[in-house]
């Protein structure tokens, strides 16, 4: 034993601890998911996210300035639209349910912001994130036809109001296209958060519940990256920032802590993570049993995210943390 080294003796007050805190986590790091639905004063619990619910767009208007008054800089919007087809045609629509939910908080709630998520799976009938061939039941996601869609959805997400555009379909190209959209459409200043590294992951099954967006035949490893590489999230970040992006996501997190680490350091831009929802439902399940403390479990979890690299953190739990930190 080295007397001279007792690393335990900068642990022995409270204050003292916290003099010494390397990462600390604050209501800034959070942004809250909503999922807007058709209709009116509806809010429509998801059986498997205790807490977490499908809204109105007046429920989400609501919603939106309760985040704001907790201190949270900004939400995500998600869309269940009232028709599913073959075009996707709620995603693009100016009369779109994530149009209308963007431009209502927007009004309601400007210092809010508004991130759109840009994603065609839950628009289309057979809940794929992309373009497939009418017939088509092998689920082979043509590219470059999805990338016209998702522009069109962009600009169209962008004239609502939203604040920040979030590909999410692991299309390649898409950070382009989108840009592209963007600009021509005179939103040179508006962001791109690309869900650059979105791995195949079976954490997304409460989502699916949420969003009704379980595809109806095949699965998304076609797109989504294989949970096995880390190399390749580089390459995947690397052509997004070459593309335009502004902002990088991780996603899901918890299982992919090292590669929130790994884009941190390969790259100058923010990093996102993506605490998703079979993450949220692990927790909550354990904590509605009484197995775990929920709110210390929450917190440093969501430390953990920000101790990896992760500037903005997406997550179900945002309004308890908020109010936990406060
Ligand atoms: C789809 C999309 C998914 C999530 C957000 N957008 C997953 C998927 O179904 O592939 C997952 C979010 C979560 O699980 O919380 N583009
Ligand atoms: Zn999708």
Same mark, same amino acid.
């Given at each position: 034993m080295f007397p001279n080294h007792r690393p335990r003796r900068l642990r022995s007050h409270s204050q003292l601890r916290r003099m010494v805190r390397e990462t600390v986590l604050t209501t800034s790091d959070l942004i809250y998911p909503l999922f807007a639905v058709p209709g009116e004063a509806i809010a429509k619990e998801v059986k498997s996210m205790p807490g977490v619910y499908q809204l109105s767009v007046d429920k989400i208007v609501e919603e939106a300035k309760a985040v704001y008054d907790l201190g949270i800089p900004g939400i995500i919007l998600f869309g269940i639209p009232e028709d599913k087809d073959i075009e996707a045609t709620g995603a693009w629509h100016d009369c779109g349910i994530v149009q209308k939910a963007a431009t209502a908080v927007k009004e309601a709630v400007p210092e809010l912001i508004v991130i759109a998520d840009t994603c065609l799976c839950e628009y289309t009938s057979h809940g794929h994130c992309g373009y497939l061939e009418v %017939?088509? *039941?092998? %689920?082979?996601? *043509?590219n470059d036809p999805t990338l016209e869609l998702l522009k069109k959805t962009a600009v169209s997400q962008a004239k609502a109001g939203a604040d920040i555009i979030a590909p999410s379909?692991?299309?390649?190209?898409f950070v382009q296209a989108i840009r592209t959209g963007l600009d021509e459409a005179g939103y040179e200043d508006t962001p791109i958060l690309s869900y650059a590294a979105k791995y195949a992951s079976s954490y997304y099954g409460p989502f699916r519940d949420a969003a009704?967006?379980?595809?109806?035949? %095949?699965?998304r490893r076609t797109y989504q990256m294989d949970p096995g590489n880390a190399r390749e999230a580089i390459k995947e970040i690397e052509l997004d920032i070459a593309e335009g992006a502004d902002m990088l996501m991780v996603k899901p997190a918890l299982a992919y802590m090292d590669i929130i680490w790994r884009v941190k350091e390969a790259s100058n831009l923010p990093v996102a993570a993506y605490n998703v929802s079979g993450e949220y439902s692990m927790i909550k399940a354990a904590a509605l049993n009484g197995w775990i403390d929920e709110q210390r479990v929450v917190i440093e979890t969501l430390t953990g995210f920000k101790r990896a690299g992760a500037d903005l953190i997406l997550t179900y739990h945002a309004k308890d943390a908020a109010r936990w930190l406060s």
């Open positions: %017939g088509d *039941l092998t %689920g082979r996601v *043509l379909g692991m299309m390649d190209g009704e967006s379980t595809p109806q035949f %095949g699965d």
